[in-house]
Protein backbone atom coordinates (compact mmCIF):
# COMPACT_ATOMS: atom_id res chain seq x y z
CA UNK A 1 0.00 0.00 0.00
CA UNK A 2 1.17 3.25 -0.89
CA UNK A 3 1.68 5.85 2.34
CA UNK A 4 2.72 9.37 2.40
CA UNK A 5 5.58 10.10 5.15
CA UNK A 6 7.02 12.90 6.39
CA UNK A 7 10.23 14.12 6.13
CA UNK A 8 11.63 16.86 8.37
CA UNK A 9 15.30 17.69 8.03
CA UNK A 10 18.21 20.19 9.70
CA UNK A 11 20.07 22.13 7.27
CA UNK A 12 23.56 23.32 8.05
CA UNK A 13 25.18 25.97 4.76
CA UNK A 14 28.53 27.26 3.94
CA UNK A 15 28.72 29.48 1.15
CA UNK A 16 32.06 29.37 -0.98
CA UNK A 17 33.67 32.82 0.19
CA UNK A 18 37.28 33.53 -0.28
CA UNK A 19 38.16 32.09 3.53
CA UNK A 20 37.11 28.68 3.02
CA UNK A 21 37.23 28.36 -0.49
CA UNK A 22 41.43 28.68 0.45
CA UNK A 23 40.65 25.53 2.76
CA UNK A 24 39.81 23.16 0.25
CA UNK A 25 36.63 20.76 0.52
CA UNK A 26 37.57 19.80 4.36
CA UNK A 27 37.25 23.28 4.91
CA UNK A 28 34.29 23.59 3.35
CA UNK A 29 32.46 20.52 4.76
CA UNK A 30 33.89 21.41 8.26
CA UNK A 31 31.78 24.72 7.94
CA UNK A 32 28.35 23.21 6.39
CA UNK A 33 28.75 20.57 9.84
CA UNK A 34 29.46 23.47 12.00
CA UNK A 35 26.35 25.14 10.83
CA UNK A 36 24.34 22.03 10.63
CA UNK A 37 25.04 21.33 14.19
CA UNK A 38 23.76 25.01 15.35
CA UNK A 39 20.95 24.02 13.69
CA UNK A 40 20.56 21.08 14.81
CA UNK A 41 21.05 22.62 18.70
CA UNK A 42 18.40 25.21 18.15
CA UNK A 43 15.98 23.08 17.48
CA UNK A 44 15.11 20.58 14.58
CA UNK A 45 14.29 21.28 11.20
CA UNK A 46 16.20 24.94 10.76
CA UNK A 47 18.23 26.47 8.64
CA UNK A 48 21.55 27.72 9.68
CA UNK A 49 24.42 29.36 7.47
CA UNK A 50 28.08 29.31 8.44
CA UNK A 51 29.62 32.39 9.78
CA UNK A 52 32.78 32.68 11.45
CA UNK A 53 31.88 33.12 15.10
CA UNK A 54 30.25 28.99 14.26
CA UNK A 55 33.68 27.75 14.14
CA UNK A 56 35.46 28.36 17.68
CA UNK A 57 32.03 27.70 19.51
CA UNK A 58 31.34 24.64 17.54
CA UNK A 59 34.70 22.65 18.00
CA UNK A 60 35.18 24.06 21.80
CA UNK A 61 31.67 22.48 22.32
CA UNK A 62 32.35 19.19 20.38
CA UNK A 63 35.73 18.87 22.26
CA UNK A 64 33.85 19.09 25.45
CA UNK A 65 30.96 16.35 24.11
CA UNK A 66 33.92 14.43 23.09
CA UNK A 67 35.84 13.92 26.46
CA UNK A 68 32.14 13.46 27.88
CA UNK A 69 31.29 11.02 25.16
CA UNK A 70 34.62 8.38 26.30
CA UNK A 71 33.09 8.83 30.11
CA UNK A 72 29.50 8.00 29.28
CA UNK A 73 29.88 5.22 26.79
CA UNK A 74 28.42 7.24 23.88
CA UNK A 75 31.48 5.83 21.51
CA UNK A 76 30.78 2.38 19.98
CA UNK A 77 32.56 -0.06 18.08
CA UNK A 78 31.24 -1.92 15.27
CA UNK A 79 32.21 -4.95 13.36
CA UNK A 80 32.59 -5.70 9.89
CA UNK A 81 33.35 -9.02 8.91
CA UNK A 82 36.23 -9.87 6.99
CA UNK A 83 35.96 -13.67 4.91
CA UNK A 84 38.33 -16.28 3.84
CA UNK A 85 37.89 -15.27 -0.33
CA UNK A 86 38.13 -19.42 -0.50
CA UNK A 87 34.94 -20.20 0.96
CA UNK A 88 33.31 -16.80 2.16
CA UNK A 89 33.50 -18.02 5.52
CA UNK A 90 33.82 -15.39 8.54
CA UNK A 91 37.35 -15.45 10.49
CA UNK A 92 37.45 -12.00 11.30
CA UNK A 93 36.17 -8.34 12.19
CA UNK A 94 37.22 -4.83 11.58
CA UNK A 95 36.66 -2.73 14.63
CA UNK A 96 35.16 0.95 13.74
CA UNK A 97 34.44 3.60 16.21
CA UNK A 98 30.89 5.51 16.07
CA UNK A 99 30.09 8.26 18.08
CA UNK A 100 25.79 7.93 19.35
CA UNK A 101 25.58 11.19 19.64
CA UNK A 102 22.74 12.35 21.89
CA UNK A 103 21.66 14.92 19.48
CA UNK A 104 22.94 14.66 16.13
CA UNK A 105 22.36 10.57 15.90
CA UNK A 106 24.91 7.84 15.35
CA UNK A 107 28.09 9.75 13.50
CA UNK A 108 31.07 7.89 11.32
CA UNK A 109 34.35 8.63 12.00
CA UNK A 110 34.57 11.51 9.68
CA UNK A 111 32.51 13.59 11.51
CA UNK A 112 34.01 13.58 14.32
CA UNK A 113 37.78 11.55 14.37
CA UNK A 114 39.29 14.47 13.07
CA UNK A 115 38.16 16.90 15.70
CA UNK A 116 39.61 13.81 18.55
CA UNK A 117 43.11 14.78 17.56
CA UNK A 118 42.48 18.60 18.20
CA UNK A 119 41.06 17.71 21.58
CA UNK A 120 43.96 15.77 22.81
CA UNK A 121 42.14 12.70 23.21
CA UNK A 122 43.74 10.47 20.26
CA UNK A 123 45.12 8.36 23.01
CA UNK A 124 42.16 7.77 25.32
CA UNK A 125 40.18 6.85 22.19
CA UNK A 126 42.37 4.40 21.36
CA UNK A 127 42.44 2.73 24.89
CA UNK A 128 38.78 3.17 24.93
CA UNK A 129 38.33 0.93 21.20
CA UNK A 130 40.99 -1.26 22.50
CA UNK A 131 39.46 -2.15 26.02
CA UNK A 132 35.64 -2.60 24.24
CA UNK A 133 37.47 -4.80 21.67
CA UNK A 134 39.34 -7.06 23.47
CA UNK A 135 35.53 -7.51 25.68
CA UNK A 136 33.73 -8.74 22.59
CA UNK A 137 36.63 -11.01 21.64
CA UNK A 138 36.53 -12.26 25.14
CA UNK A 139 32.87 -13.11 24.72
CA UNK A 140 33.06 -14.16 21.15
CA UNK A 141 31.56 -17.91 20.56
CA UNK A 142 33.90 -19.11 18.09
CA UNK A 143 37.64 -18.68 19.26
CA UNK A 144 39.03 -18.21 15.88
CA UNK A 145 37.97 -15.54 14.71
CA UNK A 146 39.67 -12.13 15.24
CA UNK A 147 39.43 -8.67 15.00
CA UNK A 148 41.72 -5.71 14.14
CA UNK A 149 41.81 -2.29 15.82
CA UNK A 150 42.72 0.48 14.09
CA UNK A 151 45.89 2.59 14.95
CA UNK A 152 47.53 5.84 13.98
CA UNK A 153 50.84 7.40 14.54
CA UNK A 154 49.43 10.20 17.18
CA UNK A 155 48.34 7.16 19.46
CA UNK A 156 51.36 5.52 19.35
CA UNK A 157 54.89 6.48 21.06
CA UNK A 158 54.07 6.81 24.73
CA UNK A 159 53.66 3.41 25.09
CA UNK A 160 50.00 3.88 26.55
CA UNK A 161 48.13 2.23 23.96
CA UNK A 162 50.44 -0.88 24.11
CA UNK A 163 50.29 -1.36 27.94
CA UNK A 164 46.22 -0.86 27.56
CA UNK A 165 45.53 -3.47 24.85
CA UNK A 166 48.20 -6.05 26.30
CA UNK A 167 46.95 -5.75 30.04
CA UNK A 168 43.19 -6.13 28.91
CA UNK A 169 44.38 -9.01 26.26
CA UNK A 170 45.99 -10.63 29.84
CA UNK A 171 43.19 -9.54 32.22
CA UNK A 172 40.55 -11.17 29.97
CA UNK A 173 42.66 -14.04 28.82
CA UNK A 174 42.49 -13.75 25.39
CA UNK A 175 45.07 -15.30 23.06
CA UNK A 176 47.06 -11.89 21.92
CA UNK A 177 46.77 -13.45 18.18
CA UNK A 178 42.54 -12.37 18.44
CA UNK A 179 44.04 -9.41 18.54
CA UNK A 180 45.47 -7.35 14.78
CA UNK A 181 46.49 -3.66 14.96
CA UNK A 182 45.62 -2.01 11.81
CA UNK A 183 48.02 0.52 11.22
CA UNK A 184 46.86 3.30 8.51
CA UNK A 185 49.87 3.56 6.20
CA UNK A 186 50.15 7.55 5.41
CA UNK A 187 50.38 7.90 9.52
CA UNK A 188 52.99 6.67 9.20
CA UNK A 189 55.66 9.17 7.46
CA UNK A 190 57.12 10.87 10.69
CA UNK A 191 57.11 7.63 12.75
CA UNK A 192 60.16 7.74 14.91
CA UNK A 193 61.47 4.68 16.67
CA UNK A 194 59.25 5.36 19.91
CA UNK A 195 56.54 4.24 17.75
CA UNK A 196 58.98 1.42 16.60
CA UNK A 197 59.72 0.07 19.43
CA UNK A 198 55.84 0.16 20.62
CA UNK A 199 55.30 -1.84 17.53
CA UNK A 200 57.55 -4.33 18.22
CA UNK A 201 56.39 -4.87 21.60
CA UNK A 202 53.32 -5.52 20.96
CA UNK A 203 54.32 -7.95 17.33
CA UNK A 204 56.64 -9.61 20.02
CA UNK A 205 53.92 -9.86 22.37
CA UNK A 206 52.23 -11.98 19.81
CA UNK A 207 49.83 -9.28 18.53
CA UNK A 208 50.27 -9.10 14.73
CA UNK A 209 50.52 -5.47 12.79
CA UNK A 210 48.82 -5.21 9.63
CA UNK A 211 49.67 -2.19 7.45
CA UNK A 212 46.98 -0.23 6.03
CA UNK A 213 45.59 1.33 2.83
CA UNK A 214 48.63 -0.80 1.15
CA UNK A 215 49.76 0.94 -2.15
CA UNK A 216 49.29 4.25 -1.38
CA UNK A 217 50.90 6.72 0.29
CA UNK A 218 54.71 7.41 1.13
CA UNK A 219 57.92 4.70 0.71
CA UNK A 220 55.18 1.35 1.72
CA UNK A 221 58.40 -0.93 0.61
CA UNK A 222 60.16 0.93 3.46
CA UNK A 223 57.62 0.25 5.98
CA UNK A 224 57.83 -3.57 5.10
CA UNK A 225 61.25 -3.60 5.72
CA UNK A 226 61.71 -1.36 8.67
CA UNK A 227 58.76 -2.60 11.04
CA UNK A 228 57.36 -5.25 12.42
CA UNK A 229 54.50 -6.00 9.92
CA UNK A 230 52.89 -9.31 9.58
CA UNK A 231 50.16 -8.34 6.93
CA UNK A 232 48.79 -5.98 4.31
CA UNK A 233 45.14 -4.39 3.23
CA UNK A 234 45.06 -3.82 -0.30
CA UNK A 235 43.19 -0.24 -0.26
CA UNK A 236 40.13 -0.29 -2.13
CA UNK A 237 40.89 2.22 -4.45
CA UNK A 238 42.63 -0.62 -6.02
CA UNK A 239 39.99 -3.03 -5.63
CA UNK A 240 36.78 -0.57 -7.03
CA UNK A 241 38.69 -0.12 -10.13
CA UNK A 242 38.64 -4.14 -10.88
CA UNK A 243 37.60 -5.18 -13.13
CA UNK A 244 36.84 -2.29 -15.87
CA UNK A 245 40.62 -0.35 -14.71
CA UNK A 246 43.25 -3.21 -16.04
CA UNK A 247 45.78 -0.86 -14.63
CA UNK A 248 44.31 -1.13 -10.99
CA UNK A 249 43.98 -4.56 -11.55
CA UNK A 250 47.58 -5.31 -12.56
CA UNK A 251 48.44 -3.12 -9.27
CA UNK A 252 46.45 -5.30 -7.21
CA UNK A 253 47.98 -8.65 -8.61
CA UNK A 254 51.79 -6.96 -8.18
CA UNK A 255 50.96 -5.87 -4.61
CA UNK A 256 49.59 -9.44 -3.92
CA UNK A 257 52.69 -11.14 -5.09
CA UNK A 258 55.19 -8.76 -3.29
CA UNK A 259 53.15 -9.37 0.20
CA UNK A 260 53.00 -12.89 -0.77
CA UNK A 261 56.95 -13.19 -1.07
CA UNK A 262 57.22 -12.05 1.82
CA UNK A 263 55.05 -14.36 3.33
CA UNK A 264 52.46 -11.83 4.89
CA UNK A 265 48.58 -12.10 5.27
CA UNK A 266 46.76 -10.20 2.26
CA UNK A 267 43.17 -8.87 3.27
CA UNK A 268 41.70 -6.62 0.33
CA UNK A 269 39.16 -3.97 1.46
CA UNK A 270 36.25 -2.36 -0.13
CA UNK A 271 34.76 -5.28 -2.36
CA UNK A 272 30.88 -4.97 -3.19
CA UNK A 273 30.95 -6.95 -6.19
CA UNK A 274 31.78 -11.41 -6.35
CA UNK A 275 33.61 -10.60 -9.68
CA UNK A 276 36.25 -8.36 -7.95
CA UNK A 277 36.18 -10.83 -5.37
CA UNK A 278 36.48 -13.51 -7.51
CA UNK A 279 39.62 -11.85 -8.92
CA UNK A 280 41.27 -11.06 -5.54
CA UNK A 281 40.57 -14.49 -4.89
CA UNK A 282 42.19 -16.01 -8.80
CA UNK A 283 45.21 -13.49 -8.24
CA UNK A 284 46.47 -14.29 -4.12
CA UNK A 285 44.19 -12.30 -1.92
CA UNK A 286 43.86 -14.44 1.08
CA UNK A 287 41.05 -12.38 2.77
CA UNK A 288 38.09 -9.86 2.05
CA UNK A 289 35.62 -7.49 3.26
CA UNK A 290 33.23 -5.01 1.91
CA UNK A 291 29.77 -4.11 1.55
CA UNK A 292 29.42 -7.59 -0.19
CA UNK A 293 29.80 -9.85 2.61
CA UNK A 294 28.26 -7.07 4.86
CA UNK A 295 28.62 -3.60 6.70
CA UNK A 296 29.82 -2.66 10.41
CA UNK A 297 27.34 -3.88 12.69
CA UNK A 298 26.84 -3.61 16.45
CA UNK A 299 28.80 -5.97 18.41
CA UNK A 300 26.16 -8.00 19.59
CA UNK A 301 25.07 -9.28 16.50
CA UNK A 302 28.00 -10.36 15.31
CA UNK A 303 29.09 -13.28 17.47
Do not use: C
Amino acid sequence: ARRRVQVAASIGIALADPETVEGGAPAMLAAADAALYRAKGSGRGRTEVFESSMSVASHTTVHRELADALERDELVVHYQPIVDLADLRVVGYEALVRWQHPHRGLLLPGAFLPLVQEAGLSVPLAQYVATAVVEFVAQTHDRTRWVSVNVSADQLGDGEFATTLLGEISRRRVAAGRIVVELTESSLVASGTRIRHELTQLSAAGVPILLDDFGTGVSPLSYLRDLPVAGVKLDMSFTSGIPDDPTAGKVARALGALARELAMVTIAEGIEHEEQARYLHRNGWRYGQGWLFGGAQPGDVSR
